[in-house]
């Protein structure tokens, strides 16, 4: 599992011009990719990672400052460019695979008392934030 954390001081996402998630102030937005051999276990990583990394301002963690977190599926993180100039997408995992795996981060994060934003699976989607610091950090499971 591989993720995309950037520190923000607002998100939202957008599914065909309509806004179905979002936040003010504060939080982090997570692009999150799975794939092939990602499990439970990888999932609970990741969510605790996530939770608990000092990217808040003051060395602050998700828990500590009770800020919001945005969790988008993002497949293409596992693209490969090694050869020639169209990106290979086959480290990624299927959907059915993928998907459940995503949902099971966001709701991790939620048993932990955050708030837990979303966009929707497979969905071309627009997502608008706005980077602190900037702030970006990539995460491996």
């Not at 982090?28 to 301002?57: C, N, S, W, Y």
Request: with cysteine; glycine share 10%.
């Amino acid at each position: 599992m591989r993720a995309v954390i950037q520190r923000t001081v607002d998100a939202r996402c957008e599914v065909n011009g309509r806004q179905i998630s979002g936040f003010m102030g504060e939080g982090l937005v997570v692009l999150l990719g799975v794939t092939h051999g990602d499990g439970p276990a990888q999932a609970q990583t990741m969510a605790r990672k996530i939770a608990e990394l000092k990217l808040l301002r003051g060395e602050r963690s998700l828990e500590e400052a009770s800020a919001p977190v945005m969790v988008i599926s993002q497949f293409t993180l596992y693209g490969d460019t090694k050869k020639g100039r169209k990106p290979s997408w086959s480290k990624a995992a299927p959907g059915p695979v993928a998907e459940p795996l995503i949902e099971s981060v966001a709701l991790a994060l939620e048993e932990r008392g955050l708030v837990a934003a979303r966009g929707v699976f497979g969905a071309d989607m627009r997502i608008t934030l706005t980077n602190d610091g900037p702030v970006t950090l990539l995460v491996d499971t």
